[in-house]
């Protein structure tokens, strides 16, 4: 049995005051008497709060909002205590979800790819229809008892590959009948390639298409250029535009990097809602400081000046019936995930793994390449069932610095291989991406917050 302290975060955010729960995840809008009286919790000596706050005060106001507060207290809705069995696994772990690497080479050379252009520092090439349909399966024989199977055709670019794609995917449906399974097929492209015909595919068999797409011409144009130079932004807006029109607004991302070069990212976002995308998603960068577009700890406060001033704007649009989601503002607070998968997080190396052309296994796509964390071959049958357990183990409650930060049950320690890229350990979280992760959880609360106010 894991005992966690009982705490809360307050904070405030568009003129609105609000309180957070940690452990029970109940969220309060609270008044100025409540605020204040919050610094003396848990324990609210009254006799010193009523001298110390007597004067800005009522007595009996005071007292009755003491007394609110002594109620969710007793209700575990504020100050929870929180002593629970988790249900992790001890047996055999099994695997979920794929990043199938359809092609370790690309069509664009965008300044900032983790990826090396594509190849993944190990030469370009294509998968083949037979490691691929060794990829999936593996994947059928590691799921366990798990029906519904998630693939996501990754590169470098993907459509680069299409006709191999095509194979596996009518190699998968094939499986899932005999296997008692079913495969959810995604694809992470650029855009590049997409004719009518390729739209058509992708609508009709992929349950979710990412497209990358920074958001203003110029920024984008700036990072993410073709094999000849040239700015990518005009092909990949009109070619998202078809695919988005024919998936009627449903089950895709468009889905940017915002740099040191765009720190005013919120521009982008509503450049790509101008644009009529109703499913946005802008990531800052990951890059080792040496990059002069890398995020530094001094881009904070901006950064967290873009995050509030999007927050703001997406209420008023949304106010207004001009609708659309931002990834990082939709946060589910009817019940969410359950407490293991909080605690394990994106469930790399564990649930989920990355494949390459050549058949060579990693916990997910940005530790491919890394020889050290190479978990095996599909082609071979090979596998470290020790190092899926090391990933397995290393869930938030391994994480000695999470355990006193307000964020944890939404971030999870943030990601893995962001945290070893960093720091050299896998449980030690990348801190600039811990402090933009809780702007952007504090903005997704005040917006919840409004909504519930307001419908």
């Given at each position: ?368 390449g890394q020889t050290k964390f190479k978990m095996g071959n599909v082609n071979n049958n090979t596998f470290d ?71």
């Amino acid at each position: 049995m894991k005992s966690m302290k009982s705490m809360i975060h307050k904070f405030e955010l568009g003129g609105i005051k609000l309180v957070l729960d940690v452990n029970s995840g109940a969220v309060h809008i609270i008044d100025d008497i409540v605020w204040d009286l919050l610094e003396y919790g848990p324990d609210f000596n009254r006799e010193l709060i009523y001298k110390e706050l007597g004067k800005k005060y009522m007595r009996n106001d005071l007292a009755e909002a003491l007394d609110e507060i002594m109620m969710l207290i007793e209700e575990d809705m504020l100050y929870s205590n929180w002593n629970v069995n988790i249900p992790f696994h001890s047996g055999e772990p099994v695997i979920k979800a794929m990043c199938l690497h359809a092609a370790h080479d690309c069509n664009l050379r965008c300044s900032y790819c983790f990826a090396s252009t594509g190849d993944f520092k190990g030469g370009r090439s294509l998968l083949d229809l037979d490691t691929g349909k060794n990829a999936l399966d593996f994947l059928v024989k590691k799921s366990g008892n798990r029906k519904n199977l998630e693939v996501d055709f990754f590169g470098g670019e993907p459509l680069m590959n299409l006709d191999v794609i095509k194979e596996l995917v009518r190699y998968g449906r094939s499986l899932e009948k005999r296997n008692n399974k079913r495969f959810k097929f995604t694809i992470t492209t650029n855009g590049v390639l997409l004719d009518k015909a390729i739209i058509k595919y992708l609508n009709d068999e992929f349950v979710n298409v990412v497209i990358s797409l920074d958001g203003r011409p110029k920024i984008h144009n700036k990072m993410r250029k073709t094999v000849n130079g040239k700015g990518s932004y005009d092909v990949i807006l009109e070619n998202a535009k078809s695919l988005v029109n024919g998936r009627k607004q449903k089950d895709y991302y468009i889905r940017g990097t915002f740099t040191r070069n765009n720190l005013d990212f919120y521009k982008d976002v509503l450049h790509l809602a101008d644009c009529g995308f109703e499913q946005i998603s802008i990531e800052p960068v990951v890059a080792s400081e040496e990059e002069d577009y890398s995020i530094r700890e001094e881009d904070l406060p901006q950064i967290f000046e873009s995050y509030e001033i999007l927050a703001s704007e997406y209420i008023k649009r949304r106010r207004a019936g001009k609708w659309f989601n931002f990834f990082h503002f939709f946060i589910d607070l009817n019940q969410g995930p359950c407490i293991a998968k909080r605690l394990i997080g994106c469930g790399a190396g564990n649930e989920y793994v990355a494949v390459t052309p050549q058949g060579d296994i990693y916990p997910c796509h940005q530790f491919v390449g890394q020889t050290k964390f190479k978990m095996g071959n599909v082609n071979n049958n090979t596998f470290d069932i020790n190092l899926q357990r090391k990933f397995r183990d290393n869930n938030l409650l391994k994480k000695d610095i999470c355990q006193d930060c307000w964020a944890k049950f939404y971030c999870t320690g943030g990601c893995t291989a962001n945290s070893y890229n960093f720091t050299g350990t896998l449980d030690s979280p990348y801190q600039i991406g811990c402090e933009m992760e809780k702007k952007r959880i504090e903005c997704a609360l005040m917006i919840k917050a409004v909504e519930s106010i307001e419908y």
